[in-house]
């Protein structure tokens, strides 16, 4: 028995129990790693843990989760589908983190369950005699965007855009009117790429209401708050 | 895809979730969804709450489909032990005073399982087993274990919460799990 495992004796069951703070279990898994006694004392504890769920009282899920669960994850299977065979399932959200740009209070509003894949979304036909274009911040070399403003309603228009990191796909955030520490809110806009990198998204909300439209880099079903870097970037106002 | 899903065993059918293949997602959530929310509803003790770590857990899974290892043990333990570990953040995110369990309140929010078919029989058999064997412990030790794995609660707090030494408190979880495994017995319960 060595010093290292007398300072664990008995942790075992707050182990498999979930009963340690994720420092102190972090560091049992260390200790697990070579310690056998206690390895062994959790494979044999584990049973007794992982048959707990079922002292709980039988409860029928409401069938309205289901149909919530599912409108998600059809969502992500046909995005990854739309993305081709070189797209890898989807990977859990990364930890959020906060934007250099600082955007505490972003506001909480859920991703709407409208997809709009690159060349599928309607409304991008401008008749181009009242059209302005706005030309976009691009943080990639060689690619380019704007914003085709007719009346108003805006469309996204970016060439040359290189694909978002794998497993993520790019959202569409605008900023309302106001001072420029305006939190961005998310849109219910979700795009990849074509292949050359052209790329096409209608801008929800009215033109006179926004002062700017960024994109991101999100997980596939997108993002009440932003996790990923900021691409692109145009200035309505 | 022409292929009976409903006839696969679970494992299989995770493989065709690692594909992104939905509608076997679907089975997986009909299958386990009911252990999934009552014991996420056991922990959180109101249906809102339980819906939301719910939602957040089968999500979780559908993402992370690729983890699942099936030489680690079952799905259905995989799907709980990640709702028993979304339930676990949820009621950390809490502060103490406002965890709320089934056990105290809210026995008028239940919607019992109606339905009895062949599989849930047994499930309520193996149910009534494991409660005999958690109702069997000394009231100390089915103390200590209901507050860790259903109430959320580190062994630290639950030493605070009972005034006892932490020692105290690690020795009885470990002495009535294994009290409970024995009496379990190996395989007599498959979750």
Request: aromatic content about 4%; some cysteine.
């Amino acid at each position: 028995m060595t010093v290292d495992h007398e300072r664990w004796v008995d942790y075992a069951g707050a182990y498999v129990l979930g009963a340690m703070p994720p420092d102190e279990r972090e560091q049992f898994e260390i200790h697990l790693a070579t310690c056998t006694i206690c390895s062994e004392e959790v494979d044999e504890l584990r049973p007794a843990a992982e048959a707990l769920p079922m002292a709980s009282p039988p409860m029928v899920p409401p069938r309205g989760l289901k149909d919530r669960i599912m409108v998600e994850v059809e969502r992500e299977a046909q995005l990854l589908a739309q993305a081709g065979p070189s797209a890898d399932r989807p990977e859990p959200a990364p930890p959020r983190r906060r934007r250099s740009w600082s955007l505490g209070g972003w506001r909480l509003a859920p991703v709407a369950a409208a997809l709009l894949i690159a060349g599928v979304l309607a409304g991008t036909a401008l008749d181009g005699t009242d059209t302005r274009r706005i030309d976009a911040d691009v943080d990639a070399p060689g690619a380019s965007a704007q914003l085709e403003v007719s009346g108003e309603k805006a469309t996204l228009v970016a060439e040359n855009l290189p694909a978002p990191p794998e497993g993520r796909v790019y959202e569409v955030w605008v900023q309302p009117n106001g001072p420029d520490d305006t939190p961005p809110e998310p849109t219910n806009v979700l795009f990849l790429p074509r292949g050359d990198g052209s790329a096409e998204a209608a801008i929800p909300g009215s033109v006179s209401d926004m002062q700017q439209v960024l994109v991101t880099d999100e997980p596939p079903a997108g993002s009440d708050a932003p996790t990923g870097e900021v691409i692109l970037k145009a200035t309505t106002s | 895809m022409g292929q009976d899903l409903g006839s696969l065993a679970d494992e299989d059918v995770m493989q065709l979730v690692r594909r992104g293949d939905a509608r076997a997602f679907e089975v997986i959530y009909e299958r386990h969804s009911p252990a999934a929310f009552s014991l996420a509803y056991r922990m959180m003790g109101t249906r809102s709450g339980a819906e939301d770590v719910t939602q957040e857990a089968f999500l979780s899974m559908w993402r992370s489909g690729a983890r699942f290892d099936r030489a680690r043990g079952s799905v259905r333990t995989w799907v709980l032990g990640i709702v028993h570990h979304r339930a676990i953040d949820a009621l950390r995110r809490a502060t103490v005073h406002d965890r709320r369990r089934a056990g105290d309140e809210g026995i008028e929010e239940r919607f019992e399982a109606r339905e009895r078919t062949d599989v849930e029989a047994a499930r309520r058999e193996e149910a009534g087993t494991v409660r005999h064997a958690l109702d069997s412990l000394p009231s100390d030790q089915c103390q200590v274990i209901e507050l860790a794995y259903f109430g959320g609660f580190t062994h630290t707090e639950i030493a605070d919460m009972l005034d006892a030494p932490v020692g105290t408190v690690k020795g009885r979880m470990r002495l009535g799990l294994k009290k409970m495994r024995a009496q379990l017995g190996e395989g007599q319960v498959a979750i």
